[in-house]
């Protein structure tokens, strides 16, 4: 899938420096949404053992604390991972009052300075504090408390610091497609609205 779109893109043939710019953005784009898509189908899974679990419970009056932790590991996974596709199609829940009715151009310089001012800073922030949690959890390959839970307690936290990379890619992405749209480089914004480049090529402008 990943591939597909950024062949779709025209990315694998030598480009310009814009042109450069333009692919990378649409790599990112391209890496988010398919990480994005994977975890729609860990949900499927999580909720399709959350089921067995509570059948094997329930019928079989039987229980199994690594079935439980698993659970768990894979809504820590999907809610994390997923968080960049959904910023990027402009799906998180808010509490708007003004932004709907701004134009493009007041639009673009709210993305610009919160993502400098606020979505940047707060991110590297997270990085920066989580990053020696997440390496003494390596360092101990850290797994559960209980006897027989999961072993695998460090590759969840990492899960936090793969969240991290990707909102500051995402925020590249909002810094550089709001500042060519001020600067006249590009006609319409559309960094909320992000449809998939293999249906259109080009991104349709947010209602």
Known sequence: MLYRTIKALGCTKPPKIQGLIMCLLHI?????????????????????????????RYVFSTNSLMAQEAIIYMFATSFMLASAHTFMRGEHVYLDILFNNMSDRQKAWVYLLGSVFLFVPTIGMITYHSWGYVLTSWKLLEGGLETYSLPFVY???????VFCIQMLLHAVVLIVE?????????????????PDPTDSMTDAPPS
């Open 28 to 56: 990112i784009k391209a890496v988010n949404r398919t990480i994005g898509v994977w975890m729609q189908y860990l949900i499927m899974v999580m909720v399709f053992a959350q089921f067995l679990i509570v059948i094997v």
């Open 155 to 161: 590759l969840l936290k990492t899960v936090l610091l």
């Open 178 to 194: 709001s500042s060519q749209f001020l600067l006249g480089k590009t006609t319409t914004y559309s960094t909320v609205q992000d």
